[in-house]
């Protein structure tokens, strides 16, 4: 899975003050209440301008019209009102959270008191009623929409509809209604507004709390979901206290209590590698529901996977300068007895750090396995294959509780066939034929797909071999043999200085949304199933070997 590149707002999170209905806070959480304001304008706006041409039709039809022309104007007043909050809060401007608590506040309140007075003018008793049921849909509609603490609609709410009470209390009432028995019946229907738009707005602002609170892990706030795969969701986080970009990785998928202290058990041995070409973890732990998470550096660039999808083969003097990085923390990793057990292009990322380009990340421990004293290769896992198939070792396949660093150096292999000509080694229509790829067939060398420097090519085979021990012994051994190659050295700081500073043909672009990308999911498969299906597909591919003129590894 790929911890995607992307800039982070490093502005520590502050507690929020709460002003009135908006909560003091970062830049994104004022632009989202900017936005519910308008769009509570807009609605309103919207309904009142259809009721005012509605009337208006209406009364030029009618013999007698139920509105004066004092009512119409205060309705025309208050449709205007909403229409310039509208305007004015759809701006791309972020407003402080002193003024969208002004024009909250003071724009609900001045479209109420219009309303009331649209009513008050117009002929009653139809008029009085129509005023506050407008009124009354103006303040549910703020409360469903704009984020607001209970209290505060219950005041702007009692503030709304106390002008209903003055113009009840002032209005000529039938001989019939006497003004207690009408003001009375005003009250009751204020009220019943009241405690419908603060009910509304404690429903909705407390199920934004719990989604806000839902998003804190620990002094990690998530913001935005940049990755997935097949372990986990990656989240764009921001540290309560510290000002350094991170991201948040949650284990999501369905594991037991052993499996999960196991995941622990092996982020704390990867907190512990140091190479400058390891992703760095920050932080780990659990949420209260059990999910388990951890922090690590946020990235910027891209994965080898997007680097070939959008600018093709690499030169193989990049090819070696990568090669090199990675293979460099897969020595410190392999030292301290642990091996990643899914290299692949999509873990592997390249950035900018400081002033460096063309800097090499190696990500996603979250499959590694510990060397030394496993106590959790047990019966039920013991044939579980973990991997993504189009770089999976043969070993991995046949005996994964076996396997050691050389599974990863064959991972490599097929990540270098991949920058070197722009392909796998292998493609299948499923990973039952990609299996039997790797268990029987031999790739076709590089340079029959790309031009390849012959060095180079015979490194890439080597890496690529079925039988572990004739790879490169050691990552340690892969960087001797890279270093040797003719081109090793020939990618200067320059070019890499060219690809990201934007030169023609070399800049990384900006990167599409990634629904649209093509994934190399990771699989754990249960051999002792996959192997029913691959014994025949095994079969004819070891009788099409005997024929003549076909390759045998």
Not at 480 to 486: D, I, N, T, V, Y
Request: hydrophobic share 45%; net charge neutral; glycine share 8%.
């Amino acid at each position: 899975m790929t911890e995607v590149a992307a800039a982070a707002d490093t502005e520590p999170a502050r507690r929020p003050v709460r002003l009135g209905s908006l909560p003091l806070s970062p830049s994104q959480d004022l632009r989202f209440v900017q936005d519910r304001i308008a769009l509570f304008a807009k609605v309103t706006f919207l309904i009142s301008t259809m009721f005012l041409v509605a009337t208006t039709l209406a009364g030029l039809a009618a013999e007698v019209d139920r509105y004066s022309s004092i009512s119409r104007a205060c309705h025309v007043s208050g449709t205007l009102i909403a229409l310039l909050i509208w305007r004015t809060t759809a701006a791309r401007r972020t407003f402080a959270p002193s003024f969208l608590q002004a024009i909250d506040l003071g724009g609900t309140l001045a479209i109420c008191v219009a309303f009331a007075g649209m009513g008050h003018f117009a002929i009653q008793p139809y008029g009085f009623y129509t005023g506050l049921l407008a009124a009354t849909h103006v303040s549910v509609s703020r409360a469903m929409i704009v984020p607001s603490l209970p209290l505060s609609t219950l005041v702007l709410g009692v503030a709304s509809f106390a002008s209903f009470l003055v113009s009840r209390g002032v209005m000529a009432l039938p001989p019939e209604l006497p003004r207690g028995r009408g003001l009375l019946e005003a009250a009751l229907w204020a009220t019943a507004g009241i405690a419908v738009a603060t009910l509304a707005s404690h429903v909705i602002y407390g199920l934004q709390e719990r989604a806000r609170q839902a998003r804190k892990l620990g002094q990690y706030t998530l913001e935005e979901k940049i990755g997935a795969g097949g372990m986990g969701e990656v989240y764009r986080a921001r540290h309560a206290m510290l000002r350094r970009p991170t991201a948040v990785k949650l284990l999501t998928s369905d594991g037991s209590e052993t499996q999960l202290r196991r995941f622990e058990k092996e982020v704390q041995l990867t907190a512990r590698l140091t190479h400058p070409n390891t992703i760095s973890i920050f932080d780990y732990g659990r949420t209260p529901d059990g999910v388990f998470y951890y922090a690590m550096e946020l990235l910027d660039g891209l994965s080898l996977e997007e680097l070939v999808l959008r600018h093709g083969p690499q030169p193989p003097g990049r090819v070696i300068h990568i090669l090199l990085q990675v293979a460099g923390a897969l020595r410190e990793a392999h030292k301290v007895g642990l091996i990643h057990r899914d290299i692949k292009p999509a873990n592997i990322h390249l950035c900018r750090r400081g002033d460096v380009p063309d800097v090499v990340k190696v990500l996603d421990f979250g499959l590694v396995r510990e060397l030394k004293g496993s106590e959790d290769v047990t019966k039920s896992n013991l044939n579980a294959v973990v991997g993504t198939p189009l770089y999976l070792a043969p070993e991995a396949i046949t005996a994964p509780d076996r396997v050691d660093g050389r599974a990863d150096l064959y991972g490599l292999g097929g990540v270098a066939y991949y920058l070197a000509t722009g392909a796998t080694p292998f493609s299948g229509q499923n990973a039952v034929e990609l299996c039997a790829h790797h268990l029987h067939r031999a790739p076709d060398p590089p340079s029959q797909r790309h031009p390849v420097p012959a060095d180079l090519e015979r490194v890439i085979l080597a890496c690529l071999e079925k039988r572990p021990d004739d790879r490169p012994a050691s990552a340690e051994a892969l960087v001797r043999e890279l270093a040797r190659c003719a081109d090793a050295g020939s990618w200067s700081e320059s070019d890499a200085e060219a690809f990201w500073s934007g030169a023609p043909g070399r800049a990384p672009e900006a990167m599409p949304p990634r629904s649209g990308e093509r994934r190399r999911a990771a699989f754990v498969v249960d051999l002792e199933e996959r192997f029913k299906n691959l014994d025949a597909y095994l079969s004819e591919v070891k009788a099409d070997d005997r024929r003549p003129g076909d390759r045998r590894s």
